[in-house]
Nanobody
Framework: QVQLVESGGGLVQAGGSLRLSCAAS????????MGWFRQAPGKEREFVAA????????YYVDSVKGRFTISRDNAKDTVYLQMNSLKPEDTAVYYC????????????????????WGQGTQVTVSS
């Protein structure tokens, strides 16, 4: 089992920034590619960003590219999502997820590729 705990959500004005953290425990963190997803009320969960095992490769949904940055610190078993220039449309519950892969370069953007999920952290962007 892998346990994931998100933190860092909150209320921010449009144009502001937040940094989300996801702390992992239970298995070897570096064996997993990691991802961030989000879900707004009444909408399906959507992919936001992913990062490969060693952090060298990243991928973002078009709506956040250039504003959000995913990173990881394998020594701390933690993945981050730095969110800048936030917009009201970014309001959602943000979830981190772990994807067991077997290369340093693999990553995924589909929900069914991920094996473990955190409980989420609320991000609210006001206008």
């Amino acid at each position: 089992q892998v346990q994931l705990v998100e933190s860092g959500g909150g209320l921010v004005q449009a144009g502001g920034s937040l940094r989300l953290s996801c702390a992992a425990s239970g298995r070897t963190f570096s064996s997993y590619a990691m991802g961030w997803f989000r879900q707004a009320p009444g909408k399906e969960r959507e992919f936001v960003a992913a990062i490969s095992r060693n952090g060298v490769r990243t991928y973002y949904v078009d709506s956040v590219k250039g504003r959000f940055t995913i990173s990881r610190d394998n020594a701390k078993d933690t993945v981050y999502l730095q969110m800048n220039s936030l917009k009201p449309e970014d309001t959602a519950v943000y979830y981190c997820a772990a994807n067991l892969v077997h290369s340093n370069y693999s990553l995924g953007f589909r929900i069914d590729q991920y094996d473990y999920w955190g409980q989420g952290t609320q991000v609210t962007v006001s206008s």
